[in-house]
């Protein structure tokens, strides 16, 4: 029972933190402004870790590695926890370290593949129920770089943008992807 409750919290609050972290990158390398709540949240949440990250690991093209190699660490380490407790049928209960730090690294394209699915979906909801809400722009801003070289190829049909339909499919065959690449990684 307290096993259960340990790997709960360890999930919990690894996952939570690395959403953020991983939410922090994407806004930051997508141009995303954060003067918005949700920007105001991530950064809220995520500047203690961060700065001081910051001063050690430095920039790279426009990229926050900092804010990466912390979304990687952190998820690595609570994926060594998890597996410590038996939770990680994937990594065994004595992982080698590269097999964590791969299915860490994968974890972070999944991870960030379910923010662009979820973005994707707050786009079409706002774009449906309310597309002037103050929140519309953040979702807008997020999917543009992906849905534009879709809507490019593909014009509305009957005035219905349907390339979110099918950037949601090519995520979900991404997603599948990478569920096998997270079986081999485990298995290094």
Known sequence: MFAQIAVFLVDTVVTLLVFMLLLRFHFQWLRVPFRNPIGEFVLATTSWAVMPARRVIPGLAGLDLATLLLAWVILGLGLWLQAILGAQPILGANPSALAVAGVALVD???YSVYILVFAILGLVVFSWVNP?????????????????????RMPPV????????VLSIVLYIALIAIAELRGLAGAL
Do not use: C, N, Y
């Open 132 to 152: 002037h809400a103050p929140l519309a722009p953040i979702f807008g801003a997020f999917t543009r770089p992906f849905l534009r070289p879709i809507q490019r």
């Open 108 to 110: 972070l394209a999944r």
């Open 158 to 165: 009957g005035g219905v943008d349907l390339s979110p339909l």
